[in-house]
T-cell receptor
Framework: KQEVTQIPAALSVPEGENLVLNCSFT??????LQWFRQDPGKGLTSLLL?????REQTSGRLNASLDKSSGRSTLYIAASQPGDSATYLC???????????FGQGTRLTINP | KAGVTQTPRYLIKTRGQQVTLSCSPI?????VSWYQQTPGQGLQFLFE???????NKGNFPGRFSGRQFSNSRSEMNVSTLELGDSALYLC???????????????FGPGTRLTVL
């Protein structure tokens, strides 16, 4: 059974810092891994999708890496801004399953 | 291109009632999945529909059901509501099809259900 863990559960940093969010999963037989952002009371916004054959994906100030063999992914946010404050969720889609398994999320606060 | 839409956005019901939630996927997407999000359990998979057929189901009681129409729109129904059903219900759409496993999923804004 796939399990996804995100550390830390909460993170508070001053504006302008670079930061890394971590995600680990127990079963390396995956199709892909997605990072999402969720603002309070809102739906999920897809940030990056990394297919199992890829090592990283970039979008603007965001960079996500995937090490399938070790069951780890990181989301790197450069030059953080107060608008980046949100909960960040990672989710994996295991082979043979048409569903996403989510971590509990990291609640990120960027202080002006 | 319009995103995933969900209606209604908010619902208040009492125990024992039933409720129907609706989801319209992105145009051209044929797969619709439903998730429940609660503070204690996080995001949990309910079921997935593709071409009007339920393709996958999560570990939820039979009170939770769904269906998909020929235009890919989907509804989920919860009967005999319990207090614990209070949650944000999220719908996700993806292309589906032969390479469905590799598809990116796009989520709607959710329906906030409160059971009193």
């Amino acid at each position: 059974k796939q399990e996804v863990t995100q550390i830390p559960a909460a993170l508070s940093v001053p504006e302008g810092e670079n930061l890394v969010l971590n995600c680990s999963f127990t079963d390396s037989a995956i199709y892909n891994l997605q990072w999402f952002r969720q603002d309070p009371g809102k739906g999920l916004t897809s940030l990056l999708l990394i297919q199992s054959s890829q090592r990283e994906q970039t979008s603007g100030r965001l960079n996500a890496s995937l090490d399938k063999s070790s069951g780890r992914s990181t989301l790197y946010i450069a030059a953080s801004q107060p608008g980046d404050s949100a909960t960040y969720l990672c989710a994996v889609k295991s082979q043979g399953a048409q569903k996403l398994v989510f971590g509990q999320g990291t609640r990120l606060t960027i202080n002006p | 291109k319009a995103g995933v839409t969900q209606t209604p956005r908010y619902l208040i019901k009492t125990r024992g009632q039933q409720v129907t939630l609706s989801c319209s996927p992105i145009s051209g997407h044929r797969s619709v999945s439903w998730y429940q999000q609660t503070p204690g359990q996080g995001l949990q998979f309910l079921f997935e529909y593709f071409s009007e057929t339920q393709r996958n189901k999560g570990n939820f009681p039979g009170r939770f059901s769904g269906r998909q129409f020929s235009n890919s729109r989907s509804e989920m129904n919860v009967s005999t509501l319990e207090l614990g059903d209070s949650a944000l219900y999220l719908c996700a759409s993806s292309l589906g099809g032969g390479l469905a496993g590799y598809n990116e999923q796009f989520f709607g804004p959710g329906t906030r259900l409160t059971v009193l």
